[in-house]
């Protein structure tokens, strides 16, 4: 395990280029990362062995790798199994282990057969990531951006209002002798929306989704998932998925039907480490911890700081990161917070002898916790002792990394660059897809999650090769910046905007 620098308030340092893949057109070739995995024998065992379902399930074996395949595929950036299949050329099939072009039939099935090993394909990603880890020092890793994205399921939710059933459809086309009409939700929209809210508005439209979607009963007979919103029932056949509303008083006034895309992205590289897909239902800060314990492990150790946006801000999400040791950076939400006694509305500690401000010493997440300070300017006897608060007196505002530090806003200000992320992962990977041209034609979380750790291990590879982590040399012609906010006196920030490919 690489020495972790847990020096909170160094300024964060960015890897440019280092997935400007469009420089390099060869990494586009759907079979570069089938080819690159091979030429690493231990990563290519432990995808082999873990997504063979022959050997689970005792099945004949057949020649031929269908977790290469399902590479390869996602490599080619089609989202439909059957226009790949057609124009895949005998090299791929032979290059993935096969001695022919298997029918469509079989690959589709045994393409649907490895939603059940994801995970394997995420683990190989987990083994280039540590190395990724390793061969830059500790950089990759050490700070963390959490963002989700929607993901649309290829189910539609249809009304169903059955007789005997009161309906509002009906009720409001006799009084007015309108459709109802449920608008698209984009998640930009919804992001944007939820910020500009106080958490107590946030809790209550939390609160009358979850009580909408207390309404929910499996019809067995149809195979299909009924539900009740805004006064009428639906359908669906993907019971996997949830529906993401955004209320007008009684009426749904927009939505979305699918899953969250929950994404950890590495500060350092700009590379996805980890994707988690969700019911939209689901609101971010409970997928959070799941998220943040799914990242260490990836990682092998713990990031210093972790930046969202206004969707995490909440109590829990703070104590559950300040006591991993990592770093919260959130922009607040709501109301202005007020100076306290034992510190101020920035969440600087007072000094408790004089009540003027402290610098900080040091911060302790174990055994609980604690922020060490020193009075600014001593007057008082006692104002010379070093003094210790515990950052639950108040975990939104007693934080590893002070509000008023420069890396702060700095990392502040990087988080919302890092959305081109999700627009980069649809482009290069159909990760996440947003419409009916690059969702997945397969209903299930499944076929989600199953697009996306695949992605994440070409991803990677493609990484390690731009900075010579592969043992060739560094073909990335970019060097790494530091981060710089008006005030600081450092290097003038690069753009880190990029060209996808
Ligand atoms: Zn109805
Ligand atoms: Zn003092």
Redesign the pocket.
Known sequence: MPVMDRNYRRMPVVLKGATRFSDEPQLADELWAVRELKRHQRWLDKLLTDTDLERNWGRPRLPGHWALAYLAFVGSRQVDIEPWWAMSSAEVWLECGFSAKPSYQAVWKRFAELEQTTGAFHEAATLVIRRAVRKSDGKVGRAIHIDATEAETNAVLAHDCRDGEACARQARRRARGLPLRVGRLHADDERARRHARHDKEVEAEDAATAEAMRDVVYDSERSVLRMRRGGCWYRTRDATAGYRIYMQGAHIKKGWFGFLDHKVIDHYTGGTLLHKFEKATVQDYHTYPELLDGVIETLGRTPVAMMADRGLATRSVYELTTRKGIATVIPSRGRRATDQDSYDRHGIPR??????E?HFVRFNHQPTPRLWVR??????P??QREQTISCSTDWKRLLPLWRTEPAYAAYRQAHQTYERVHHHQRQRYKVAGDTHAIRPKRIGVGCQQLRANPAGLIEWLRIRHREGWLGCPRTNRDDEFVRTTPGYHGPPPADPAEVPF
Do not use: F, K
Request: proline share 7%; with cysteine.
């Open positions: 000094c408790r002898h004089c009540g003027g402290t009075c600014l300017i001593p007057s008082q006692g104002c």
